[in-house]
DNA sequence: CGGCCCGTTGCATTCGAAGTCATTTCCTGC
DNA sequence: GCAGGAAATGACTTCGAATGCAACGGGCCG
């Protein structure tokens, strides 16, 4: 029927050839390298032996075809250089292998690929996608209308279409800000993300609320895009113009950024003259160069949640869209003294 | 022939469902969407129009079945924590997207998974791999048995079976020790990475056989394992047991931990007291809080190389494996004074 | 006006494994 | 010794697209 043909390049057999080898059907090739399935021990040694005498490897691909599942899942991170995703993907590609699935891996530099991306997801039949970048609502639709389970991690779901995991910024900004206020802080210069990413908006909407309740508006607000340059950047704009007791950035990448400005630029003391606090808590963050107090992210249990969100979603494709949110926990530090 | 059930979830029409909706042959379909191939401009019209009415999207699954081409990589990447891959892992999936092959990511958290994601990689009938782990002869000699065209991506290619792409290490330390040697230091102490790690082994046996050209040997030597936590304790051995002018760490991060130490514990002048160089030129490195004197290996150009070289030997099977080296460049920082 | 050639198109087959259904085998219990 | 049933196995179909080959049609040239 299907004899392996010697076409080029070895390869390895399929099924049909260590069915000939074994002296069985095809089927029960296939039931031997299923799980689940009843073989006699004799014919499964059989076929093993025959199999590993063609050097036999189920092919992945061939199966996903007619069983409608690749077992692969998207994971779209929109900028790996942010020194927090990185360690996001090591754990969701971690924790999906030991669920059995593959990850394909999609990167953004710019927003602007991600219909191109969208359109490779489609066509490779992923069973979902864990995505860390912004989705419009049409865009989150369509995985609805492919029938994609999907997943957002640190990104708001639009209408619940879309599952979402987040943490949660007001919490953890309170704790920062309110420990600020309490050691006497009062005038504040905020470093934003960029206007489209709903985290950083998140964050510093929290500490400006925050900063309101208390009866303060702060003194110098400044946009960056979550990059070490963008930190120092726009620290420098911040204290050139502005006297500030503290500085709160909307992630720790840039909070470092405006630490080196402080002191190795304008010679500030910090957190004497003035404090800093980031948000995400990356390794960098925590080395004893720096020692940012910042809030950080649970990302164990966040992709423990965005896994096991996705695979409720694959098993029941009816189920309704989960959101969940998870507290930051406060890093201490040595930048900030919190009252 | 094949009119789609609609078990289920929704899911996209298949190319008979775009055939039998624009009137033609399901090979017209196939045609129209691939490029290359000759279809009448009306033609191709009318079946885009029935393929936008019934959603139709590829599927990749089913192309590479027959084509026995997934337009899958394997990237293999041992420790996604180490700073320097997550660039490198950005570089590749750009570069791999641009030249159309999509990106199946493995991660190892222990060496010991290695075989099961090469059994995975076997079964995705990916089109090549590039890997930044450590592979057996065994094992590299298992992927011209598939048939899988294999990259090493910072990692020596055992006799030649395996492409690889290398950042030469001896260049690069000699310019780091030469300058030490130069500005008067002759008390060394070495960071090393884990024994099994070829790169870090390199690294380090070139800064011996530089000092011992010199005529000098190491005072004391320490072995990490590349991460930040491993430099801080090795410097702490390191310096409790010896006095030092000079630390040459096998990685930037270690060489971070080791300024940490010496900054933040122990309170010796960099580099009055003792001057610290690294490798890799890794972001933080150049923060302003260390600006560490290292060799920044040249990412883009090997990134490049490695996807140009997979390239050729996907589309040349036969092709002999080519050992690629890169040169380093020193970036000159604050933590040594280089003569 | 006939023949030829090329651009289009359809038919039929192929890729490799999974699973349905039917058949065989063997064991059990009466 | 035979019916009943469970386990094991095989024949066959299916998933969705690519492609070799044959057929068709139109334009061009002689």
């Given at each position: 029927?299907?004899?392996?043909?010697?076409?080029?390049g070895?390869?390895?057999?399929?099924?049909?050839?260590?069915?000939?080898?074994?002296?069985?059907?095809?089927s029960?090739?296939?039931?031997?390298?299923?799980?689940?399935?009843?073989?006699?021990?004799?014919?499964r040694?059989?076929?093993?032996a025959?199999?590993?005498r063609?050097?036999?490897?189920?092919?992945a691909?061939?199966?996903?075809?007619?069983?409608?599942?690749?077992?692969?899942?998207?994971v779209v991170?929109?900028?790996?250089?942010?020194?927090?995703?990185p360690?996001?993907?090591?754990?969701?590609t971690?924790?999906?292998?030991?669920?059995?699935?593959?990850?394909?891996?999609?990167?953004?530099?710019?927003?602007?690929?991600?219909?191109?991306?969208?359109?490779?997801?489609?066509?490779?039949?992923?069973?979902?996608?864990?995505?860390?970048?912004?989705?419009?609502?049409?865009?989150q639709?369509?995985?609805?209308h492919?029938?994609?389970?999907?997943?957002?991690?640190?990104r708001?779901g639009?209408?619940?279409?879309a599952?979402?995991?987040?943490?949660?910024?007001?919490?953890?900004e309170q704790?920062?800000?309110?420990?600020?206020?309490?050691?006497?802080?009062?005038?504040?210069?905020?470093?934003?993300?960029?206007?489209?990413?709903?985290?950083?908006e998140?964050?510093?909407?929290?500490?400006?609320?925050?900063?309101?309740?208390?009866g303060?508006l702060?003194?110098?607000?400044?946009?960056?895009?979550?990059?070490h340059?963008?930190?120092l950047?726009?620290t420098?704009?911040?204290i050139a113009?502005?006297?500030?007791d503290?500085?709160?950035a909307a992630?720790?990448?840039?909070?470092?950024?405006a630490?080196?400005?402080l002191?190795?630029?304008?010679?500030?003391?910090?957190?004497?003259?003035v404090?800093?606090?980031?948000?995400?808590?990356?390794?960098?963050?925590?080395?004893?160069?720096?020692?940012?107090?910042t809030v950080?992210?649970?990302?164990?249990?966040?992709t423990?949640?965005?896994?096991?969100?996705?695979?409720?979603?694959?098993?029941?494709?009816?189920?309704p869209?989960?959101?969940?949110?998870f507290?930051?926990?406060?890093?201490?530090?040595?930048?900030?003294?919190?009252g």
């Amino acid at each position: 029927m299907n004899p392996s043909r010697h076409h080029g390049g070895r390869q390895c057999g399929t099924s049909y050839d260590v069915a000939r080898e074994a002296g069985v059907s095809q089927s029960t090739v296939s039931r031997v390298f299923r799980p689940g399935t009843s073989v006699a021990p004799a014919t499964r040694a059989r076929v093993m032996a025959a199999a590993a005498r063609v050097g036999y490897r189920p092919n992945a691909i061939a199966a996903s075809l007619i069983t409608r599942r690749s077992n692969l899942v998207a994971v779209v991170i929109s900028n790996l250089t942010n020194l927090h995703y990185p360690e996001v993907l090591a754990e969701l590609t971690r924790r999906l292998s030991a669920e059995g699935l593959r990850v394909l891996l999609f990167t953004l530099s710019t927003e602007s690929e991600i219909d191109a991306v969208l359109d490779q997801i489609w066509r490779y039949r992923v069973d979902g996608a864990i995505v860390a970048a912004r989705l419009s609502a049409k865009q989150q639709a369509a995985f609805v209308h492919e029938g994609v389970p999907l997943v957002l991690y640190n990104r708001p779901g639009h209408d619940g279409i879309a599952s979402s995991v987040c943490c949660e910024a007001a919490s953890g900004e309170q704790l920062l800000i309110d420990g600020l206020l309490c050691a006497g802080r009062r005038r504040f210069g905020l470093i934003a993300g960029p206007a489209d990413s709903a985290v950083g908006e998140a964050r510093i909407a929290a500490a400006r609320a925050r900063l309101e309740a208390a009866g303060l508006l702060p003194v110098a607000e400044e946009r960056g895009d979550f990059s070490h340059a963008s930190g120092l950047a726009a620290t420098r704009a911040i204290i050139a113009a502005h006297r500030l007791d503290a500085i709160v950035a909307a992630n720790d990448v840039m909070a470092l950024g405006a630490l080196d400005v402080l002191r190795h630029e304008a010679g500030l003391a910090v957190p004497a003259d003035v404090a800093v606090v980031g948000f995400d808590g990356v390794a960098p963050a925590a080395w004893p160069a720096y020692r940012l107090t910042t809030v950080r992210q649970p990302v164990e249990a966040m992709t423990d949640a965005a896994v096991r969100l996705l695979l409720t979603r694959i098993a029941e494709p009816g189920r309704p869209a989960e959101q969940l949110l998870f507290a930051g926990a406060l890093v201490p530090g040595a930048t900030a003294p919190l009252g």
